[in-house]
Structure formats: C-alpha cells, structure tokens
Nanobody
Framework: VQLQASGGGLVQAGGSLRLSCVASGRTFNMGWFRQAAGKEREFVARMSWGGGTIDYAESVKDRFTISRDNAVNTVYLQMNYLKPEDTAVYYC????????????????WGRGTQVTVSS
C-alpha cells in the first residue's frame, strides 16, 4: 500500500490550500495527521471508507474539510482560514479499522507534504 500526498505549499494567514492523497491498492479509512517542528505528530481529520464517520481535531474544526472520492482512491483536505500555527508537515494515513485518534492506531503512512502559513 502506498499513499502519495500532494498540495502543500506556502500561503499567507487567512488563505487556503487543498491537500490530496492517492492510495494505491486497497481503499481504506483515510485521514491526515500533522507534525510541526519540535512537536509530536497530531491527528487532524479522518473519514471512513463509506464516509459515514468523519472526525476532526478541535483546532481545525470549522476551518478544514475532509472528503474523498473512492472511484480514484483519493482523499482530500480542504484547509481554509489558515493560521501560522497550522504550519507543519502533513501526512496522509490509512487504516483498515477505525481505532482511536492516536498515531499508534494508524497502519499506513504516506510521505509528508509541507504546509507553511506566514503571518
């Protein structure tokens, strides 16, 4: 299983970015984590395979929207009203089951994509 994320970049505070992640092989419950410099990796959002379960971290709720297109095995993260504290490397994740929201519950990790929000 490979997860390929894209869409990161540099944006000013208040701006928007959309991340994409394509999964090769099977389609899973998919989501996003992020890791800022010097901090632990943290949960951002996830969506179950069928879309019936969606979870967000409190820090991004009402600003970020996760969605997916199973026809192309792709999950998206639309990030609006970005803040400097959203600056981090964002990782696409995949799991066969919906466990807790900890990084240890994730089965598959993609390579990260850098998101930098300037003030």
């Amino acid at each position: 299983v490979q997860l390929q994320a894209s869409g990161g970049g540099l944006v000013q505070a208040g701006g928007s970015l959309r991340l994409s992640c394509v999964a090769s092989g099977r389609t899973f419950n998919m989501g996003w984590f992020r890791q800022a410099a010097g901090k632990e990796r943290e949960f951002v959002a996830r969506m179950s395979w069928g879309g019936g379960t969606i979870d967000y971290a409190e820090s991004v709720k009402d600003r970020f929207t996760i969605s997916r297109d199973n026809a192309v095995n792709t999950v998206y993260l639309q990030m609006n009203y970005l803040k400097p504290e959203d600056t981090a490397v964002y990782y696409c994740t995949g799991s066969r089951t919906l466990g807790n929201l900890r990084a240890s519950a994730v089965e598959y990790w993609g390579r990260g994509t850098q998101v930098t929000v300037s003030s």
